[in-house]
């Protein structure tokens, strides 16, 4: 069956520490992935997506993944994470009508 | 309007009410989707309108759950005879609709307890 798995359940980084979170898919055709965040309080909003082309993705606040199709992977990474990066972190596919398949997310917790 | 706004932002029921909970897209938007996150768990997709086009209502979880939009502007998803495990925060989402994956924008979400 299609699906994304998110195998980091809870990370715990200090600041200037890098980040990777893993994110693997598993379905082939089209691979559209989005990687979605959502800050405490806050709505859950569009870190970046891939649709196709360079599949080295940049997003806002300094994120980036990169689609790597032989590894069915689509890994977030940010060099140096900062406090205000504490969030949970979703990555998605859309399916067949766009409705979007969610992994089940990643807690990152990050210490001053 | 400026974004996704749904009402209430939090709505405490007993069990065996029915609740109803609103969504107003942004504006423009002719996609507009309903979606659960549990404590504890991952987002699930529930229901899809696109413009006049049947639902996709294929992650409704129950005959309980319907959930209505008028034209392209206001939805409202309402749960029947409410049961303790439909507790979960209940997000809407649009976008600009059509194929490809076009960025989905979210609301606050509306945090139901059923006691």
């Known amino acids: 069956a299609q699906s994304v798995s998110q195998h980091n359940h809870h990370v715990i980084l200090s600041e200037a520490a890098s980040l990777e979170l893993g994110c693997n898919y598993s379905y082939g055709g089209t691979v559209n992935l989005f990687w979605y965040v959502q800050y405490p309080g806050q709505h859950l909003q569009l870190l970046l997506k891939y649709f196709s082309g360079d599949p080295l993705v940049k997003g806002i606040k300094g994120f980036e993944a990169e689609f790597i199709k032989s590894k069915f992977s689509f890994n977030l990474r940010k060099p140096s994470v900062q406090w205000s990066d504490t969030a949970e972190y979703f990555c998605?596919?859309?399916?067949?009508?766009?409705?979007?398949?969610f992994g089940t997310g990643t807690r990152l917790q990050v210490f001053p | 309007g400026a974004g996704v706004s749904q009402s209430p932002s939090n709505k405490v029921t007993e069990k065996g009410k029915d609740v109803e909970l609103r969504c107003d897209p942004i504006?423009?938007?002719?996609?507009l989707y309903w979606y659960r996150q549990r404590l504890g768990q991952g987002l699930e997709f529930l229901i899809y309108f696109q413009g006049n086009s049947a639902p996709d209502k294929s992650g409704l979880p129950s005959d309980r759950f319907s959930a209505e939009r008028t034209g392209e502007s206001v939805s409202t998803l309402t749960i029947q005879r409410t049961q303790q495990e439909d507790s979960a925060v209940y997000l809407c989402?649009?976008?600009?609709?059509?194929?490809?994956?076009?960025?989905?924008?979210f609301g606050p979400g509306t945090r139901l307890t059923v006691l």
């Open positions: 504006s423009g938007h002719t996609a």
């Open positions: 989402a649009s976008s600009l609709g059509g194929t490809g994956g076009n960025t989905q924008y």
């Open positions: 998605a596919y859309p399916q067949n009508t766009d409705k979007l398949i």
